[in-house]
């Protein structure tokens, strides 16, 4: 009597501990949740319709994967970081720059950085009050102040905490990296790239060339806009540029921005990236006519928890 008792209660003790097991096995590879900003163009640039959830489909590694939740992005965080390589004459076009500011709603807060020596040197933090985002803006350094915007990128992202909201930078630069070059394309490309898909953030880019002859010459400025288009295609963004010389007007560039912040969404699914994480492929499409998806090329999955 006293063996069967033990054999049950060797048995109870074994079923437990391999129940505990199986909890703690399912615990270990639970997935996480993932939210990316996802912005919604029309046809021809225009204002799209409002798109629910049951519009979009999302692939992960081409495979068909659930949505856990889709909405309307409201707060956003808008960084602008001015190269102070540029052509002075760039001021030209800040009148339509504070324009821009002002159109935005309130509950977008803008900050105003300049780059210089890799670093983001900030002018005026986030805030909602234009007047005091017109006064933080100035003629940039010109000569002298060569350096690279990508190390000014990464300085930035590293130095901003995610409150969760949408997240985006808008870039004036030439994108030309006078301290490693720009071929085949700048060494730093892939760490802003993973940086910005691994934190949400959009990398938007105004092109403008730099001052002075060293940053004029044609191969060098060919690349140095590929690597601006690559970082803004990657990272669910677009790379403005009219040819290689002084646009005449920024403003078309500011009014396409500023429709395309009005029309994002956050998409949120449960991702597993194993033991360190991993970056995977996506896809966002829909079938709705005339509508079409600005995302990240990758995003990250966090480590299973």
Request: proline letters at 5%; zero cysteines; charged letters at 20%.
């Amino acid at each position: 009597m006293m063996k069967k008792m033990s054999w049950r209660g060797t048995a109870l003790m074994i079923g437990a501990f391999a129940l505990i097991s199986a909890l703690a096995v399912t615990s270990a590879v639970a997935a996480g949740p993932v939210t990316m900003t996802v912005t919604a163009v029309g046809k021809k640039d225009t204002n799209p319709p409002p798109i629910a959830k049951d519009d979009v489909q999302f692939f992960v590694n081409k495979e068909r994967t659930q949505i856990a939740d889709w909405k309307r992005g409201e707060k956003l965080y808008l960084a602008v970081v001015i190269d102070d390589s540029l052509n002075s004459n760039v001021a030209s076009q800040w009148g339509d720059l504070k324009a821009f500011f002002a159109a935005q709603p309130d509950t977008t807060l803008i900050s105003v950085s300049y780059a210089r020596n890799g670093t983001a040197m900030v002018a005026q933090d986030f805030t909602n009050n234009h007047e005091l985002l017109d006064k933080a803006l100035r003629l940039p350094i010109g000569g002298g102040a060569f350096s690279s915007p990508y190390l000014t990128l990464l300085d930035l992202m590293k130095r901003w905490p995610s409150t969760g909201d949408r997240r985006s930078i808008l870039l004036f630069s030439s994108g030309i990296d006078y301290f490693h070059g720009n071929f085949p394309s700048s060494p730093d490309l892939d760490s802003v790239v993973q940086r910005a898909q691994k934190e949400n953030i959009n990398i938007w880019s105004i092109y403008y060339p730099d001052a002075g002859h060293a940053g004029r010459g044609f191969f060098r400025t060919s690349r140095a806009q590929s690597d601006l288009s690559q970082v803004a295609d990657e990272t669910g963004a677009e790379s403005y540029a009219l040819g290689f010389g002084l646009p005449v007007s920024l403003k078309p560039y500011f009014d396409e921005l500023s429709m395309h912040l009005a029309n994002q969404y956050l998409l949120t699914f449960s991702g597993n990236g194993g033991k360190k994480g991993k970056f995977e492929r996506i896809h966002v499409t829909t079938e709705l006519a005339n509508v079409e998806f600005l995302a990240p090329s990758d995003t990250f999955l966090p480590p299973a928890q």
